[in-house]
């Protein structure tokens, strides 16, 4: 089974430009999260999809971030423009619909510095 | 607001020695994961426990998922050099669409 795949998996842009990642989940999960990770942390929920309505966006700054994903399965997410603190590892995971437990599983992340 | 907290958040051990990790949070969870993260990596899967009280064993380490289904603790035995990374536990709240949160991790490191 394929796992999640992301691209690009590294990017370094200046600040003000905008960038966009991509993903495409596991064939046949149904969620799927965008995490902002900053080295040494745990990930931090940006935004999650359910087939291709949104769950949770509740801490996607979203005056600078969008995400989207269309018919439910590839998703992407973009930052226009970008800032300093938005260096960072992007990871998109997905999860199929168990309504006993959720286990996700990520892709490699795309690896983000703004200079 | 659901909090997961990990501690410790770093920790050095040499080879054989054992260690705990904890994962706390005043919130009850649906679900429990421990993921272990290397280096220019996404995170992986290492167990899911679902049942207050569950303990479950991979090998040399053993998860446990409290009775309230509020902490989690995991424990390695005899830690080797290949155990080096970081883990995170994760709460999965499935009457919130299947959200997942994370603690911030322990980084783990173990010496020959």
């Known amino acids: 089974e394929a796992g999640v795949a992301q691209s690009p998996r590294y990017k370094i842009i200046e600040k003000r430009q905008s960038v966009a990642f991509w993903c495409n989940p596991i064939?046949?999960?149904?969620?799927l999260y965008w995490y902002q990770q900053i080295l040494g942390q745990g990930p931090k929920l940006l935004i999650q999809?359910?087939?291709?309505?949104?769950?949770?966006d509740s801490q996607l700054p979203k005056d600078r971030f969008s995400a989207e994903r269309l018919k439910g399965v590839d998703s992407t997410l973009k930052i226009q423009p970008a800032k300093l603190e938005d260096s960072a590892v992007y990871l998109c995971?997905?999860?199929?619909?168990?309504?006993?437990?959720?286990?996700?599983?990520f892709g490699q992340g795309t690896r983000l510095t703004v200079v | 607001t659901q909090l997961l907290e990990q501690s410790p958040q770093f920790l050095s051990i040499q080879e054989g020695e054992n260690l705990t990790v904890y994962c706390n949070s005043s919130?009850?969870?649906?679900?429990l994961q421990w993921y272990r993260q290397e280096p220019g990596e996404g995170p992986v899967l290492l167990v899911t426990?679902?049942?207050?009280?569950e303990v479950k064993k991979l090998k040399r380490l053993t998860f446990q998922f409290g009775d309230a289904r509020k902490d989690s603790s995991l424990h390695i035995t005899a830690a080797q050099p290949g155990d080096t990374g970081l883990y995170l536990c994760?709460?999965?709240?499935?009457?919130?669409?299947?959200?997942?949160?994370f603690g911030q991790g322990t980084e783990l490191s173990v010496k020959p």
């Open positions: 994760a709460g999965g709240i499935y009457n919130q669409g299947g959200k997942l949160i």
């Open positions: 064939s046949g999960h149904a969620t």
């Open positions: 999809f359910q087939n291709n309505g949104v769950v949770d």
């Open positions: 919130s009850v969870f649906s679900s």
């Open positions: 426990v679902v049942t207050g009280g």
């Open positions: 995971a997905s999860s199929y619909d168990d309504r006993r437990f959720t286990e996700a599983f």
